[in-house]
């Protein structure tokens, strides 16, 4: 873990001796013991491993920065994650980069009594000297991101992503005149 004192200026806060985290994504516990905040930043998952199974693509990795901070008998990890994911338009196929930026805030309990059936505040185990953000981060990612992206009309009738005209294809005359094969049945019920 690298940590560098800032001697409390800057966006840690106003604690004194705050320090600042330049890589990885976890909190040491020890130094927030002592009253420090810790501003985290770092890059999400780098390997694609990490994303396995998620089915996102991303253009560039996932990056975050917040503050961590103790609260009560809990840590609290107040930030914002952005990434920029790609995408195949939904209108013409082409590839479609998308930028996104998020507010989270991770809740984690230091109890090793707290009930861990509340999906928004995660256990940190017992003797743990960090807590792991990435796992949390990936989720939310995961949760906020779209699966995929069909973008609007603009006001000339053209997509404001891809430059594809908007619009449903228009029915020919043979279209309306051929009734529905599903609805033959219900046809020979006709009474009138």
Known sequence: MR???DGGSGPAGQAAGAGRRRSGLSVGLAGLRQGRK????????????????A???????VRFSGVAELAGDGLV???????????DCGRCLKPLQVPMTRT?????SLNE????DDPDVRAI????????????????????????????????GRCTRCGEPVGRPEKTPSDEKRPDPRWAALEALKTD
């Open 3 to 5: 940590r560098r004192d």
């Open 77 to 87: 990890v107040r930030g914002s994650w952005s990434a920029c994911l790609a995408y």
């Open 38 to 53: 810790l501003v985290v930043e770092g890059v999400v998952g780098s390997e694609p491993e990490f994303w396995e199974g």
């Open 113 to 116: 009594e707290w009930e861990r």
């Open 125 to 156: 185990d017992a003797g743990a000297s960090e807590a792991d953000l990435e796992k949390a981060i990936r989720e939310d990612v995961i949760l906020e991101a779209p699966r995929y992206v069909l973008p609007e009309a603009g006001g000339d």
């Open 55 to 61: 089915e996102l693509r991303f253009s560039e990795p």
């Open 104 to 108: 989270v805030v991770l809740v984690y």
